[in-house]
């Protein structure tokens, strides 16, 4: 068995207050498994501990207790980054830069030269869609550009995973559709993505598995089509049929010319999948 992309076992972190005789739990005992290949989306309103998590997975915070593991290796070690790009919410670039010359020197910091180098630009500019933008100053891009550019930037090296936290935030509806069909291409690439995010109908386009976390802890976990699955209702749909074939379909349907496109459990929103689970948990 392969290791998975992601391990999170017994993760917490607590933060203390500084001058005062409290602390925040921001995460509270965390197990997550995201497999090779797949989207996994962490959901959860402000404060869920969302950024939190990736920032331990990445290994820029250090957890109270629990382990993380990235493809395997203890994520503390940083030869366990080489595999992993990475996106913040609100990156932040030199605006003075053209987006080639800003791909040119994240590029070189992972060790890319020469003709790879250029190659992996170019490469990477024609799939952000900005190969005619790549001598434009950074300080003319917009909010959507900017993201895109941030993606190729964690990119860069090839990575096997991608950690995405909010990755169309403050994007307008274009530039967020754009984002989602990259993401979606990464997944055909075989490469895993990690990303938070608040936009639920757009997590519910594009998530293999999401988590949900509320008050640091995971609520709700699994695959999404099995998530918003609702018990004891099943869905027929069907193609070329009359009206007086739908009237009597339960006892026509299987001697009639219709054809039955498929047939599957009805579902929920993953909107009200999200709301029911971070604002009807007991009280712990």
Do not use: W
């Not at 891009?141 to 935030?169: C, F, N």
Request: proline share 4%; glycine share 8%; charged share 25%.
């Amino acid at each position: 068995m392969s290791d998975p992309a992601v391990a999170v076992r017994g993760l917490t972190k607590i933060f203390p207050v500084p001058l005062h005789r409290q602390s925040i739990v921001a995460v509270r005992d965390l197990d997550l498994r995201v497999e090779p290949g797949e989207v996994y989306g962490l959901l959860g309103p402000n404060g869920s501990g969302k950024s939190t998590t990736l920032k331990i997975i990445l290994g820029l915070v250090s957890p109270t207790r629990g382990r993380t593991e990235i493809f395997g290796r203890d994520s503390r070690l940083v030869e366990s980054r080489q595999a992993v790009g990475f996106l913040p919410e609100n990156p932040y670039f030199y605006k003075f830069l053209t987006g080639e010359e800003t791909l040119r020197f994240f590029g070189r910091l992972c060790g890319l030269t020469g003709v790879r180098l250029k190659n992996r630009i170019n490469e990477l500019l024609d799939l952000v869609g900005l190969t005619k933008a790549r001598k434009r100053r950074l300080g003319t891009y917009s909010k959507g550009m900017l993201q895109r550019i941030g993606l190729a930037q964690a990119l860069i090296h090839d990575p096997r995973l991608v950690v995405l936290d909010e990755p169309t935030a403050g994007v307008d509806p274009a530039g967020s559709r754009e984002i989602r069909d990259l993401i979606l291409d990464l997944r055909r690439r075989g490469i895993t993505v990690l990303l938070s995010s608040h936009l639920l109908a757009q997590a519910q386009e594009i998530c293999d598995r999401v988590g949900i976390l509320a008050d640091g802890i995971l609520v709700r976990e699994g695959h999404l089509q099995e998530l918003i699955a609702i018990e004891n209702q099943t869905e027929f749909v069907i193609a070329d049929a009359s009206a007086q074939l739908v009237d009597q379909i339960e006892s026509f349907i299987n001697r009639s010319n219709a054809k039955l496109i498929t047939r599957q459990k009805s579902t929920t929103t993953l909107e009200r999948l999200f709301l029911d689970a971070t604002t009807k948990r007991p009280e712990s």
